[in-house]
């Protein structure tokens, strides 16, 4: 099937950006389009599962609302470990067929002035802009941005994730 158009579910320009910048190498007729929809999920989703349905809910959204052919869902969240808390990041990409891709990772301990912030904004997002004294950092270079001094980025992290999850949607080892 030749891919032409592509709805992300979130007006993030970081999620849309990630998305451009794989799935447009894979198909490049394909036209992109953001699309603002619920995750479904808390706003600070805890641990893989609530995170992945986040990501799912988002990508079947966009594609639904949108009539796209392929729906892409990107959802960030925080997982409990043996060693501290971590963030997690999921993405799935829904086609009209219902076939679903996902990809997840992206983890990295969060530090304990970053756990501070958090029980007193109960999310990432703004448990960062707190500690750096900036706005809106989610929307830019994100947590794993600032934590790892600009080594990577958020968009790139999720390069990674809607590369794993387009696999289904790339390869024939996934055809029934």
Known sequence: ???????????N??????????LGRAFPAA?????SVPSDVPDQPWG???TRSGALN????ARRESGSQLGVGLEGGLVQTSVGV????????????????????????LPPPVEEQLTIHGE??????ALVNEHNTKQGRG??????????????????????????????????
Do not use: H
């Not at 099937?1 to 007006?11: N, P």
């Not at 990432?124 to 802009?129: I, S």
């Not at 790892?148 to 024939?172: C, D, H, I, K, W």
């Open 1 to 11: 099937m030749k891919i032409t158009t592509i709805a992300v579910g979130s007006t």
């Open 13 to 22: 320009p970081v999620k849309l950006a990630a998305a451009k910048a794989v």
């Open 31 to 35: 036209q992109f389009t953001a699309v």
């Open 48 to 50: 893989d599962e609530q």
């Open 58 to 61: 988002r990508a079947r959204a």
């Open 86 to 109: 971590m963030t997690c990041a999921w993405c799935a990409i829904v086609d009209e067929n219902s076939k679903v891709g996902y990809g997840g990772g992206v983890r990295i301990l």
């Open 124 to 129: 990432l997002g703004p448990a960062m802009d």
């Open 143 to 176: 947590a794993v941005g600032i934590l790892t001094a600009g080594l990577t980025n958020r968009q790139s992290a999720y390069e990674q994730l809607v590369a794993m999850a387009a696999a289904p949607f790339v390869t024939e080892f996934y055809n029934e």
